[in-house]
């Protein structure tokens, strides 16, 4: 989804889906719209280009919903006529190009909800509408907060697919959005804080400081000689300085040596007695080895 002022613009491919809820005047009750269209391969559209491209389109007795099958045998079979992934289906009609829509936001609209079928499986959008709704009215302050609306959105779902499925549940992603999402100035409005409990989670998660250690503070390419750092121990530091004075005087002494000439730089005899001594045992050897390999005289090969 993109907003640019009040057009909306959402790309959507597969059985995901996005609404927003609405007021056709003011205090009176929201109504849901769906932005989105649920590719499911039984829309008429997409079932007419999936059995052209040669898929099958069917439900078995189990399901209640329409597949996309590999085979008659109904050996593999898709619960969308889009997506991305699923490259086996992409030969018979399964396609990963969004259906593009652009809608006008007006001040009535309110919120905007995105989910993924793990809801719309056990819920209509008029009943996402209705939770979000009823859980603004509980905020004290009866804004909508979010992450609270999406968090019992996804908690709805999962009680319904326990009552309908048992153990068994669908992926289960939910997303609200206040509107409008920016002020008439064109700048963002200020997001509501998380709850407490997630701000503590958070704080909870996020890295202590701590100062870095004294080894790392005497390093040889810190910029404070090393009876500084010592001397100010109860200051931490975050890590080595930026170099802005000379190296100190270890580095400085390792950077600045030079090559001295040897005691046997002179003496060459000296100095190639190892070189030689290795050249004359390789000779040795291959004179060896090709005496081993020399035929008898006389001898046929």
């Given at each position: 989804?993109?907003?640019?002022g009040d057009?909306c613009?959402?790309?959507?491919?597969?059985?995901?889906?996005?609404?927003?809820?609405?007021r056709?005047?003011?205090?009176?009750?929201?109504?849901?719209?769906?932005?989105?269209?649920?590719?499911?391969?039984?829309?008429?559209?997409?079932?007419?280009?999936?059995?052209?491209?040669g898929?099958?389109?069917?439900?078995?007795?189990?399901?209640s919903?329409?597949?996309?099958?590999?085979?008659?045998d109904?050996?593999?079979?898709?619960?969308?006529?889009?997506?991305?992934?699923?490259?086996?289906?992409?030969?018979?009609?399964?396609?990963?190009?969004?259906?593009?829509?652009?809608h006008?936001?007006?001040?009535?609209?309110?919120?905007?909800?995105?989910?993924s079928?793990?809801?719309?499986?056990?819920?209509?959008s008029?009943?996402?509408?209705?939770?979000?709704?009823?859980?603004?009215?509980?905020?004290?302050?009866?804004?909508?907060?979010?992450?609270?609306?999406?968090?019992?959105?996804?908690a709805?779902a999962?009680?319904?697919?326990k009552d309908?499925?048992?153990?068994?549940?669908?992926?289960?992603?939910?997303?609200?959005?206040?509107?409008?999402?920016?002020?008439s100035?064109?700048?963002?409005?200020?997001?509501?804080?998380?709850?407490?409990?997630?701000?503590?989670?958070?704080?909870?998660?996020?890295?202590?400081?701590?100062?870095?250690?004294?080894?790392?503070?005497r390093?040889?390419?810190?910029?404070?000689?090393?009876?500084?750092?010592a001397?100010k121990?109860?200051?931490?530091?975050?890590?080595?300085?930026?170099?802005?004075?000379?190296?100190s005087p270890?580095?400085?002494?390792?950077?600045?040596?030079?090559?001295?000439p040897?005691?046997?730089?002179?003496?060459?005899?000296?100095?190639?007695?190892?070189?030689?001594?290795?050249?004359?045992?390789?000779?040795?050897?291959?004179?060896?080895?090709?005496?081993?390999?020399?035929?008898?005289?006389?001898?046929?090969?």
């Open positions: 989804m993109v907003v640019s057009k613009v959402v790309a959507n491919c597969g059985d995901s889906r996005i609404i927003i809820g609405s056709a005047r003011p205090g009176a009750p929201l109504k849901a719209k769906d932005l989105s269209t649920d590719h499911t391969p039984l829309l008429p559209e997409e079932k007419a280009r999936v059995e052209s491209a898929g099958w389109v069917a439900q078995d007795d189990e399901e919903e329409a597949r996309v099958w590999l085979d008659r109904m050996s593999c079979g898709l619960a969308m006529s889009r997506s991305l992934g699923d490259l086996a289906f992409k030969s018979i009609g399964v396609t990963a190009t969004p259906e593009i829509t652009e006008t936001l007006t001040k009535a609209s309110e919120f905007v909800i995105a989910c079928d793990g809801v719309w499986g056990v819920m209509s008029q009943d996402a509408v209705d939770i979000v709704a009823a859980s603004s009215e509980r905020q004290p302050d009866k804004k909508l907060n979010g992450f609270l609306a999406a968090q019992e959105l996804i709805e999962a009680r319904r697919w309908e499925e048992g153990d068994y549940r669908d992926d289960i992603t939910a997303i609200v959005l206040a509107l409008p999402l920016w002020d100035g064109g700048m963002p409005v200020k997001s509501r804080p998380a709850s407490p409990r997630l701000s503590k989670d958070l704080g909870r998660l996020a890295p202590a400081s701590r100062p870095a250690s004294p080894r790392l503070a390093s040889p390419f810190s910029s404070t000689p090393k009876s500084a750092a001397s121990t109860s200051t931490p530091t975050s890590g080595p300085a930026l170099r802005t004075t000379p190296r270890t580095v400085s002494s390792f950077f600045s040596k030079k090559k001295k040897s005691d046997n730089d002179g003496d060459e005899s000296t100095a190639s007695e190892p070189k030689k001594e290795k050249k004359g045992m390789l000779r040795r050897i291959v004179s060896v080895r090709q005496t081993d390999l020399t035929a008898p005289s006389g001898s046929k090969m």
